[in-house]
């Protein structure tokens, strides 16, 4: 989440990247996770916003059910899941992990737009449900029927967490580029259309690509930036599976990276595609 008044704010964080000062950067910011990223002298953690007329540099609190969406304040967060979204939660079966419950959008309202009574209400076939959006269209609250998509049946899918997604890597024998450098171990580039081109692999806001570099997903580390953090390539002469740690519902996009000695690319497989559950 991160926003200021009325305006949605624009992550333009990434390897080398500068938030530039002008009008033309207006309602961009910027994430360091490394020192000197977004402004000179930056430290890791720090980040920077370009936005005209900001009334608090933080998130301004108006008091319990009050509106206050023309106050242009900064207001960063990491939110869960489901914050600011309707979500459908099915109670024919015990659920302790949230794999009965599914986001089913914002229903068109935006960040400090939103009702401080929003809710909605289901047909019981589950079929249709009607609530209300404050500024629609920027002039006018709208009540509005939402046609739902099927309820899932119970398919045994953890969605509280990554889903792993392996990839099975054939022997890499043979495998170099044209100055004959032998591969000798892969990675697995990987991320989401929502966040920029597919090709670019970000599976999150950062103008980064995502690598992932276990057979397993680590919980602590599931995955890496491509250009600025460290990590060794899967051993894969004779063959290996590299599990990349997706996000459920969504058009995952990946390409495999052969690795030389040195841990240089040799070799790509191309960009692929797959939805996860």
Same mark, same amino acid.
Not at 144 to 147: E, I, S
Not at 170 to 175: D, F, R, V
């Given at each position: 989440m991160a926003y200021v008044g009325r305006n949605a704010l624009v992550d333009v964080s990434g390897p080398g990247s500068i938030l530039g000062a002008g009008a033309q950067n207006s309602y961009e910011y910027c994430y360091a996770l490394l020192a000197g990223e977004c402004h000179p002298g930056s430290a890791v953690g720090d980040v920077y916003v370009n936005a005209p007329y900001v009334s608090y540099p933080y $998130? #301004?609190?108006p008091g319990v059910a009050n509106q206050d969406d023309d106050t242009n304040a900064i207001c960063m967060g990491d939110l869960g899941a489901y914050t600011g979204n309707i979500?459908?939660?099915?109670?024919?079966q015990q659920d302790v992990i949230g794999a009965r419950l599914r986001r089913l959008g914002p229903n068109y309202s935006r960040w400090n737009q939103q009702d401080a009574y929003w809710n909605s209400n289901a047909a019981p076939s589950g079929l249709l449900m009607a609530t209300r959006v404050r500024w629609l269209d920027g002039v006018r609250f709208e009540d509005?029927?939402?046609?739902l998509?099927?309820?899932p049946a119970a398919d045994g899918v953890a969605r509280n967490t990554f889903l792993p997604v392996p990839?099975? +890597?054939?022997?890499?024998?043979?495998?170099?580029d044209l100055l004959g450098s032998l591969a000798v171990s892969a990675v697995v580039e990987f991320g989401y259309a929502e966040n920029g081109d597919a /090709?670019?692999?970000?599976?999150?806001? /950062?103008?980064?690509?995502?690598v992932a570099a276990g057979g397993a997903i680590n919980q602590t580390?599931?995955?890496? #930036?491509?250009?600025s953090e460290s990590y060794l390539g899967v051993p894969c +002469?004779?063959? $290996?599976? +590299?599990? +990349?740690?997706?996000l459920s519902q969504h058009v995952l996009y990946y390409q495999i990276n052969y690795l030389g000695l040195l841990g240089d690319i040799v070799g790509s497989s191309g960009i692929q595609a797959v939805v996860t559950p």
């Open positions: $998130c #301004y609190y979500a459908q939660l099915g109670y024919t509005l029927t939402t046609v998509p099927p309820y990839v099975t +890597i054939s022997a890499l024998t043979g495998l170099g /090709r670019n692999f970000y599976c999150t806001s /950062r103008q980064e690509a995502c580390t599931p995955f890496y #930036y491509a250009q +002469i004779l063959g $290996c599976t +590299i599990t +990349i740690p997706a």
